[in-house]
């Protein structure tokens, strides 16, 4: 079975531009959530998707959004992109069956000139 | 308070060494308990994962839980080269979010 996808892994952008990234998750796993990883503040959570709908935000401006679409692919979008924005940006799905464990993509590394 | 608190690490240990890897947590909603292993350029992989207190083991990992004192560990046994990389606590209550430690990062030298 194929594991979670992210694309694009690298990116580079500047201040000001706005940048989405997409997510497919396990065949099967409904639920995607997006994380920022950073040195300094370690995983941070974004939000979670299911079914569509967004279950649970985490604490980040409003310029970071998200959306899944009917397939459970998920995208994943920055506005205004900041100096800090630059990040590892990670989206990991999990299965109805195990909502406890999530398994994760490879990540798409954001760096903001 | 932090939700998560991590051991921060850097840790290099010989290769064969008992390694021991620690978190504490303050959220008393924390049901599920989870090991994270996160190579470098990597995402990160599910290594471990309990939802009672005690110890469970998979190979030459044990992780221990302990609810009382909010306390969790990882242990790994006749530790390997291939071993190196961070290591990432991360628990979940219900259906919120997983809320994760910042990482060890642990180096076996050969």
């Known amino acids: 079975k194929a594991g979670v996808t992210q694309t694009p892994r690298y990116l580079i952008k500047t201040r000001g531009q706005q940048v989405t990234l997409s997510c497919s998750p396990i065949?099967?796993?409904?639920?995607v959530s997006w994380y920022q990883q950073t040195p300094g503040q370690g995983l941070q959570f974004l939000f979670e998707?299911?079914?569509?709908?967004?279950?649970n935000k985490g604490n980040f401006p409003g310029r970071f959004s998200g959306r899944q679409f009917s397939n459970s692919r998920s995208e994943m979008n920055v506005s205004t992109l900041e100096l800090g924005d630059s990040a590892l940006y990670l989206c990991?799905?999990?299965?109805?069956?195990?909502?406890?464990?999530?398994?994760f993509g490879p990540g798409t590394r954001l760096l903001v000139l | 308070q932090k939700e998560v608190e991590q051991d921060p690490g850097p840790l290099s240990v010989p290769e064969g060494a008992i390694v021991s890897l620690n978190c504490t947590y303050s959220?008393?909603?924390?049901?599920?308990f989870m090991w994270y292993r996160q190579y470098s350029r990597k995402g990160p992989e599910l290594l471990m994962y309990?939802?009672?207190?005690g110890n469970k083991e998979d190979g030459r990992f044990t992780a221990q839980v302990d609810k009382s004192s909010k306390y969790i560990s990882l242990f790994i046994r006749d530790s390997q080269p291939s071993d190196s990389a961070t290591y990432l606590c991360?628990?979940?209550?219900?259906?919120?979010?997983?809320?994760f430690g910042k990482g060890m990062k642990l180096t076996v030298n050969p």
């Open positions: 959220n008393s909603a924390f049901q599920y």
């Open positions: 309990t939802y009672s207190s």
């Open positions: 998707y299911f079914s569509e709908t967004q279950r």
């Open positions: 990991a799905s999990s299965s109805p069956t195990g909502p406890e464990t999530q398994y």
């Open positions: 991360a628990y979940r209550g219900g259906s919120e979010k997983l809320v």
């Open positions: 065949s099967g796993h409904r639920s």
